[in-house]
């Protein structure tokens, strides 16, 4: 049995596991916190020392941007050469790529149990396939499938403009212009941005907003606690909807859509009882060409750690 390392690295924590690479599972998965080691190659190596491993092949996924050989992370210190590192670690493989790529990746891979539909029909297979997720931002990546290839089309697509569709959401399009001047849809579908509505909300109706965490918001909008926080999520549960509908519309999504990140997973219920499917078909002209397109919310818990490994097997020959 032959085993690669797989990663998936957040700006505060970093997961490794251990992928099969004739199979695909995952195992032996341990997290630790980036901010106790120098770089990524010194966790790395930390991880396969605590599971007694040693790899000729690892992927790890990092949530920034890979624009070549020299790799910045975002939101943590940690910078380095991947031809550099690969050597350092006596690799004869090593793959790094944006955390979304691994997202996509995994889609490919997911059984019925990983992922919960939020209507539509059947996806058509080797059609295109949309995948988005809110969490600490927007990721956005699409995904083809060309003579049996997976490729992964990944993009910074979370930070496109901002597009009101009724007179609440022109008032909420004022308020943020004021903060931010350009509005992304990142400014409003990702947790920092569910606490934007919701500021934005309260001072729309002349209340000054409470001193919030995003957490506390799901929560009161959970418990109908607060009817400001209650608007708030109901109103990103729609907006979720309305960008999933213009992803599908950019690349004919009928291979499905799919969310993953760190907030729709949690609040499935939620999202099944709002107007995210009626936003998602609300196209005009075009609510008929929506309708079959299925939507799903990705449940599984290491669907990065997934992913990485579906993108490292297909790069070693293996068949996905």
């Not at 957040?10 to 997961?15: I, Q, S």
């Not at 992304?184 to 909300?201: D, Q, T």
């Not at 609300?282 to 579906?310: A, C, E, M, Q």
Request: hydrophobic content about 40%.
């Amino acid at each position: 049995m032959s085993f690669a390392l797989v990663g998936d690295i957040g700006g505060t924590n970093a997961r490794f596991s251990l992928c099969d690479i004739e199979n695909g599972e995952i195992s032996n998965t341990k997290v630790y916190s980036g901010l106790k080691f120098d770089t990524l190659e010194a966790c790395a190596k930390q991880y396969l020392a605590d599971v007694n491993a040693s790899v000729e092949h690892a992927c790890i996924a990092i949530a920034c941007p890979i624009m070549g050989d020299w790799v910045q992370m975002t939101n943590h210190t940690w910078a380095f050469s991947i031809a550099e590192m690969k050597k350092s670690m006596g690799l004869t493989t090593l793959e790094i790529i944006n955390d979304f790529t691994a997202v996509s990746m995994a889609i490919p891979a997911l059984k019925d149990e990983d992922k919960v539909k939020l209507g539509g029909g059947e996806p058509q297979k080797d059609r295109p396939i949309a995948i988005y997720g809110a969490g600490t931002g927007l990721g956005v990546a699409h995904l083809i499938n060309y003579n049996g290839i997976w490729i992964p089309l990944p993009g910074e697509g979370g930070h496109v403009d901002f597009a009101p569709h009724n007179e609440e959401e022109d008032q909420l399009l004022l308020q943020l212009r004021k903060v931010f001047g350009h509005v992304s849809c990142e400014r409003i579908l990702s947790g920092p941005g569910l606490l934007n509505i919701y500021n934005a909300m309260a001072r729309c109706a002349n209340r000054e907003p409470q001193n919030y965490e995003p957490k506390d918001i799901t929560e009161h909008a959970i418990n109908k606690t607060d009817d400001d926080c209650v608007k708030a999520f109901t109103l990103f549960c729609t907006l979720m909807g309305r960008f999933g509908g213009n992803l599908a519309l950019n690349i004919g999504a009928f291979g499905g859509v799919y969310i993953a990140g760190g907030i729709a997973p949690r609040f499935v219920e939620y999202f099944k009882d709002s107007k995210f499917r009626a936003a998602f078909e609300d196209k005009g002209r075009f609510n008929k060409y929506l309708s079959n397109i299925p939507v799903y919310i990705v449940t599984h818990n290491s669907v990065g750690l997934l992913g990485s490994g579906v993108y490292l097997r297909q790069k070693l020959g293996k068949k996905i």
